[in-house]
């Protein structure tokens, strides 16, 4: 006997279960049954779970997750804009050393000081060479801009993710034991 309201419990939750139609989000939308929901379906569907009206939860995350994509976006667009940038300064240094060295260079031979040559040449070196340097400055401090825009964008996703998938899963709950009417099984959906 109690194997047969073993049974008859599990077969009876197992045709609950089929029937219940469960959430799934995707991305900062919500589908049901495959079919993305619109935003007034949405609404209806967060204004009651488990007696809780969780609209404002869900714009919140919705929110702070669209901002973790921004800056994650930028930040790795930053990143890459700098690294581009500090290759820029870098050949702007190499071929003003270069162009410095043989003016410099040049300049001296003409005088037809030896050492006058070496020197010209040492100097127009480093003019040339530091040409490039406020150039790989801008690009580091892009880099780094960039790197803190995605270091605190990807916590936000995932956190705020986290945030709303917490909210779909109290909408597709089961519960066994205390409910509004005794002690059962209930099924949120």
């Given at each position: 006997m109690k194997r047969f309201l073993l049974l008859s419990l599990l077969l009876a939750l197992t045709g609950l279960m089929a029937q219940a139609q469960y959430i799934k989000r995707a991305g900062c939308s919500i589908k049901m049954d495959g079919e993305k929901l619109s935003r007034e379906q949405t609404d209806l569907l967060l204004s009651d779970i488990g007696g809780e009206d969780l609209r404002n939860d869900w714009k919140t995350a919705k929110g702070w997750r669209t901002?973790?994509?921004?800056?994650?976006?930028?930040?790795?667009?930053?990143?890459?804009?700098?690294?581009?940038?500090v290759m820029i300064g870098a050949l702007t240094s190499a071929l003003?050393?270069?162009?410095?060295?043989?003016?410099?260079?040049?300049?001296?031979?003409?005088?037809?000081?030896?050492?006058?040559?070496?020197?010209?040449?040492?100097?127009?070196?480093?003019?040339?060479?530091?040409?490039?340097?406020?150039?790989?400055?801008g690009g580091l401090a892009c880099m780094i801009a960039g790197t803190v825009a995605l270091a605190a964008g990807?916590?936000?996703?995932?956190?705020?993710?986290?945030?709303?998938?917490?909210?779909?899963?109290?909408?597709?709950?089961?519960?066994?034991?205390?409910?509004?009417?005794?002690?059962g099984v209930a099924m949120r959906f």
């Open positions: 901002a973790g994509i921004a800056l994650t976006a930028t930040g790795g667009t930053a990143i890459v804009a700098g690294a581009g940038t003003g050393a270069t162009a410095g060295a043989i003016a410099g260079g040049t300049a001296g031979a003409i005088s037809g000081d030896k050492d006058a040559s070496q020197k010209a040449a040492n100097d127009a070196a480093k003019q040339g060479a530091q040409a490039g340097t406020p150039i790989m400055n990807i916590p936000l996703i995932v956190v705020n993710c986290k945030r709303m998938n917490g909210i779909v899963k109290r909408h597709n709950e089961l519960i066994i034991g205390p409910a509004q009417e005794g002690v």
